[in-house]
């Protein structure tokens, strides 16, 4: 099941700073994240990314 609440916050977090979403990323690949946590991450990063584009485009 989907914690949408978490998704968003966790957007929001690698939005502001991209630095966590690399953490997280890294800490996935050198410490052999399991598949669901992987989908969690990408799931994250989509939503920060998309609402990031959304924001230009409105610039």
């Known amino acids: 099941m989907k914690d949408k609440p978490h998704d ?5 977090a690698y939005r502001k700073r991209p630095g966590e ?4 990323f890294w800490a996935l690949l050198t410490k ?7 989908r969690i991450f990408w799931r994250q ?3 920060a990314l ?3 584009a959304g924001e230009s485009r409105l610039s």
């Open 8 to 12: 968003e916050a966790m957007a929001e």
């Open 45 to 47: 990063l989509r939503k």
């Open 21 to 24: 979403a690399f953490a997280m």
């Open 32 to 38: 052999n994240g399991q598949p669901g946590e992987w």
């Open 50 to 52: 998309a609402s990031r």
